[in-house]
């Protein structure tokens, strides 16, 4: 039986496909443990969606879940607003537009697509400097880059020998320091 992927480990994958071994392992220990400043910033940002408080207009999905049998992927938008079709995907700070970023929407734009709603735009929102970024609608192109990406964490093994580090994410990565891979030659 194939497992789905879930929709915000692809941006995990991106950053370090080891990095997703480490959450599901620590997942339900006190996040204190283990998350830094970055990361805690993001939960409390994340707060009203989760909690379905961001606003109170019927036609706003929040914090839905969403699936996609074509893609093998589930997971949670954080606003889709029904009138406007606009799809919104809400980050503590955004100073870099990641490919993670752009898959994850991806990712949530086919799931809303496949289970009938019209997404007509979407967007990244930066909480902390109040910044909407537009995101064009994927094309093949991205879709492709999707799957290819999807595909890849299928196959991901733990001890594949091919794994080689990115010391610059590394550096950046809560769990550097209870992985066996993370060598720093300035630590």
């Known amino acids: 039986m194939e497992h789905n992927i879930i929709i915000s480990n692809i941006n995990d994958f991106l950053f370090c496909p080891r990095s997703i071994y480490f959450h599901n392992l620590y997942g339900s220990y006190d996040e204190h443990m283990y998350h830094s400043s970055p990361q805690v910033q993001g939960r409390i940002s994340h707060k009203n969606i989760d909690e379905k408080k961001y606003t109170t207009r019927k036609a706003v999905l929040q914090g839905m879940d969403v699936y ?20 919104t995907e809400r980050k503590n700070r955004i100073m870099v537009i990641y490919e993670g970023y752009l898959l994850q929407i991806y990712a949530q734009y086919f799931c809303l697509m496949e289970m009938g709603f019209a997404v007509m735009a979407i967007r990244l929102y930066s909480i902390s400097d109040n910044k909407i970024h537009n995101v064009g609608l994927p094309a093949q192109k991205q879709k492709e880059r999707l799957l290819d990406v999807l595909a890849q964490m299928k196959r991901f093994q733990l001890d594949d020998e091919s794994f080689s580090q990115n010391i610059h994410k590394c550096r950046k990565c809560i769990y550097r320091q209870l992985c066996d891979y993370y060598h720093d030659e300035q630590a």
């Not at 996609?68 to 799809?87: A, C, H, P």
């Open 68 to 87: 996609s049998e074509e893609l093998g992927v589930v997971g949670k938008i954080d606003v889709f607003d029904q009138e406007s079709g606009i799809l």
